[in-house]
C-alpha cells in the first residue's frame, strides 16, 4: 500500500510528516493543488496533498481534481484518504462530530469530472454503486477505535458547488434526497480515484450544522472554533491509521 493524504479545510498542512521532500508533478491535466509532501509518518512514507492549496487560495469548483488525482497516481499511490470538512443535516451529524460516509450525492456542476472524454478511446463505464473503498472505510474505524474517539459509521454525502453556502430550502431539499452531511469537494474526486483504479475512502469533520438546521446562521466563527477542537482528533486517527496499515 502506497498511501496519500488529501488535506480539506483545516488540515493544508501535515505537521507530523519528517524527513519531508517536496515534488512538483506535471500531469496531462495540468498542475495539481500545490507541490506534493512526501515524507515519513510512523515509519512508514505518504504522500500529502493539501487540496486548496497550501495557503487555502484555492475554492472548491477551482480545483483541478483530475490533475490532484492523475499526479498521485504518477507517483505510485494506491490508496487515499480524503479529510474533509462538511456541514451536519441528521440529528447524528452534530458539530465536531467524526465521520466515514459510505454515501454520496453530487450537485455540482461544470467540473472536468472525467478522465474519459477524449474520442481515441471507447466509451468507459466505472461502477460506482459503493463509491467509497469499503477497505479502507473499515480501516478508519478501526484506527479511531484504537485512539478511543467515536465515528459515525456511515452517512451519505451531498457534495454542492460552493463557494456559497447553502440555503436552507436546499439543505431541506438534500435531506429529502437522503443526505446527512453536505460539502463541496467530495465529488469529482471519488469518481475520478475509483476511474484510477485507487482504493478511496474519507474522513469528515463536521464543522457546523447545514443551513436551516441549527440557530441562527451559520458563521465562520463558528466552523473555526469546531475545526480547531476537531482537527487534532483527525490527526490522531490518521497517525493510528498508517500504523495499522503496516501490518498488511
Avoid at 493544508?12 to 508533478?25: A, P
Avoid at 498542475?31 to 497550501?54: D, K
Avoid at 459503493?130 to 454525502?157: F, H, N, W
Avoid at 431541506?172 to 484510477?196: F, I, K
Amino acid at each position: 500500500m502506497r498511501l496519500a493524504v488529501i488535506g480539506g479545510s483545516g488540515l493544508g498542512r501535515l505537521e507530523e510528516l519528517k524527513d519531508v521532500r517536496r515534488e512538483v508533478v506535471s500531469t496531462p491535466y495540468g498542475t495539481p493543488s500545490a507541490p506534493l509532501a512526501i515524507g515519513q509518518l510512523e515509519g512508514q512514507e505518504i504522500v500529502f496533498l493539501a487540496r486548496h492549496g497550501e495557503e487555502h487560495t484555492i475554492p472548491p469548483h477551482r480545483i483541478n481534481y483530475r490533475a490532484n488525482l492523475a499526479a498521485l497516481k504518477q507517483l505510485g499511490v494506491t490508496h487515499v484518504l480524503a479529510v474533509a470538512t462538511v456541514g451536519g443535516i441528521t440529528p447524528k451529524m452534530a458539530p465536531q462530530t467524526l465521520v466515514v460516509p459510505d454515501q454520496l450525492i453530487d450537485y455540482t456542476y461544470g467540473r472536468a469530472h472525467t478522465f474519459f472524454e477524449t474520442g481515441n478511446s471507447p466509451v468507459t463505464h466505472v461502477d460506482f454503486t459503493y463509491p467509497y473503498s469499503q477497505e479502507l472505510r473499515c480501516k478508519l474505524i478501526e484506527a479511531a477505535t484504537v485512539c478511543g474517539l467515536k465515528v459515525v459509521d456511515g452517512g451519505c454525502y451531498g457534495c454542492t458547488q460552493g463557494p456559497r453556502l447553502e440555503t436552507a430550502a436546499e439543505i431541506r431539499r438534500m435531506e429529502g434526497d437522503g443526505c446527512d452531511l453536505v460539502g463541496m469537494t467530495g465529488m469529482p474526486e471519488a469518481a475520478l480515484a475509483r476511474e484510477l483504479e485507487l482504493e478511496y475512502a474519507s474522513l469528515g469533520l463536521v464543522v457546523n450544522w447545514a443551513a436551516g438546521k441549527g440557530e441562527g446562521v451559520v458563521t465562520m466563527a463558528q466552523i473555526q472554533a469546531n475545526l480547531a477542537a476537531g482537527m487534532g482528533k483527525v490527526r490522531q486517527i490518521l497517525k493510528a491509521f498508517v500504523q495499522l496499515g503496516q501490518g498488511t
